[in-house]
Structures are given as structure tokens and as C-alpha cells.
């Protein structure tokens, strides 16, 4: 489990395709790796992965075809910036929401445009999540834990502060490019529950 809150900016230091998959090495930038282990889970611009090797300041993951097929992990060059975090350990504080780190989707990013001193971006989702996004719950966007402010059909926005824009990879985003999206944990067992109730 994850909390949302990016620990660090990376960068895709190396991809290397191993038999229909990849092994990705990411330069962990301030992420502390102290106390991490073999097997330990790391997010990777919202996705769950497991280290594999780590290094002083780096780590390697393979990355499944699924999760290729899935998210945008499947675009990544060397050099790209990704935002971290470490997994959850229990004792620690949840500033974000729970996150999985399971990507429900990819969403486009629209448009943002200057709020104040922050920014509203637009993100258009698929259409087969637009019905878990509620304006006011939460959404977590390449791995960053946000509150939806505005839903409109599968367009959703959200509001960027300026630190979250300067701590995470939305400094390098533009209208266009494709983010992961998980959807909050409850909407999708509430959902399971409701399916299986007797009428």
C-alpha cells in the first residue's frame, strides 16, 4: 500500500527487454533506500513494482507485458522522469489515501490553466471509470494522490499547488501526454457489493 504522497523524482536510467517483458533501472534521485530488501515494493509513477536489485541510489523492476499493456510504463524512455514512494510501513502517516498502486487506467491530460496560485489541470479518463470519479473524493494520478474538484461525463480536473508541481513529474507534463489513474479503493468494492446483492 501507498499513500499518494511522491517521495522523490527519478529517472529511467536503463530499459532492457527481457523475453516479452522489461527490467527497467530507475536512478532513485533523494528517494532513502535504507532499510529496503529484495522483494520490497516501490510505486513507479503509480505503479506497484518489486525491487529486484538495489543499489546506493537506484534500483531495477521487471515489468510484465500486462502491466505494460495497462499503463504508461509501456512509453518509457531513458531519461524520463518518474515519481516514487515507497511502500506504506505500518506507524507511518497517511497524508495522502490508500493507494494500491494497481492501475485501474491511462487518462489523457486536456488542458491546465492557472487557479490562483495554483493550477487546474483536465484529464479526460476512459469511459469505463468514469463512474468512480466523484467530485471531492480521490483520485491518484501517476502515482500522486489529488481531490477531484470538477467531473464532467469522463473529463475530471484537479488543482495542482505549485509544490506538488515542483516535488513531482507534472513539471514535465503537457496536454496530451498519458498518466496512470487509480480510482479510489472503495468505489470499486462498493461497487463488487452492490453487484452481489440479492434484488
Known amino acids: 500500500m501507498f499513500t499518494g504522497i511522491i517521495q522523490s523524482v527519478g529517472r529511467v536510467a536503463c530499459i532492457e527487454a527481457r523475453g516479452g ?17 529484495t522483494g520490497d ?21 521487471d515489468v510484465s507485458g ?30 495522502g489515501h490508500l493507494v494500491a498502486g494497481h492501475v485501474d487506467g491511462v487518462a489523457k491530460v486536456l488542458d491546465m490553466h492557472q487557479d490562483a496560485r495554483s493550477q487546474r489541470w483536465r484529464f479526460l479518463s476512459p469511459d469505463s471509470l468514469a463512474r468512480y ?46 498518466v496512470n489513474i487509480e480510482i479510489d479503493l472503495l468505489a470499486r468494492y462498493v461497487e463488487r457489493i452492490l453487484a452481489g446483492r440479492p434484488d
Open 21 to 37: 517483458d522489461v527490467r527497467l533501472r530507475i536512478d532513485t534521485a533523494s528517494l532513502d533506500l535504507a532499510g529496503l530488501a
Open 41 to 61: 515494493s516501490i510505486a513507479v509513477s503509480g505503479v506497484c513494482l518489486t525491487a529486484v536489485d538495489l543499489f546506493a541510489r537506484s534500483f531495477t523492476a
Open 66 to 95: 500486462e502491466t505494460l499493456a495497462c499503463t504508461t510504463l509501456r512509453m518509457l524512455r531513458e531519461g524520463d522522469p518518474v515519481n516514487l514512494e515507497r511502500a506504506l510501513r505500518l506507524g507511518d502517516s497517511l497524508g
Open 133 to 178: 470519479i466523484a467530485r471531492k473524493g480521490s483520485i491518484c494520478v501517476d502515482g500522486v494522490s489529488l481531490t477531484v474538484n470538477e467531473v464532467d461525463g469522463s473529463s475530471f480536473a484537479v488543482n495542482l499547488v505549485p509544490h506538488t508541481i515542483a516535488n513531482t513529474a507534472f513539471s514535465h507534463r503537457k496536454p496530451g501526454d498519458e
